[in-house]
Nanobody, 121 residues
Framework: QVQLVESGGGLVQTGGSLTLSCAAS????????MAWYRQAPGKQRDVVAR???????FYADSVKGRFTISRDNAKNAVSLQMSSLKPEDTAVYYC???????????????WGQGTQVTVSS
């Protein structure tokens, strides 16, 4: 079993900043790509940013230059620093990790429970 626990969501005004954190625990042999997704009411869940185990990062166009993803491989953790927040960033943010749970080269996707980010105008 693998658990992803998120923290750091909340209410912030337009232009403000928040940092989301996610820690993975359980039967982890190694972690592959870690990512943050978000889902606004009535919309599909979309990737916000993802980071490979060697630090290579990808960002959705809508957050480039405002969000920064980072990871701490020693702590099995990933963070998302969000700045210059806009009302359209309001969503539930989910942590995602590709986890290898044994010496077999098979990765399984795990999700956190989600954390609400609300940006007021």
């Amino acid at each position: 079993q693998v658990q992803l626990v998120e923290s750091g969501g909340g209410l912030v005004q337009t232009g403000g900043s928040l940092t989301l954190s996610c820690a993975a625990s359980g039967s982890i042999f190694s972690l592959g790509i870690m990512a943050w997704y978000r889902q606004a009411p009535g919309k599909q869940r979309d990737v916000v940013a993802r980071i490979s185990d060697d630090g290579g990062a990808f960002y959705a166009d809508s957050v480039k230059g405002r969000f920064t993803i980072s990871r701490d491989n020693a702590k099995n953790a990933v963070s998302l620093q969000m700045s210059s927040l806009k009302p359209e960033d309001t969503a539930v943010y989910y942590c995602n990790a590709m986890v290898q749970t044994s010496s077999r080269l098979i990765f399984t996707a795990y999700w956190g429970q989600g954390t609400q980010v609300t940006v007021s105008s």
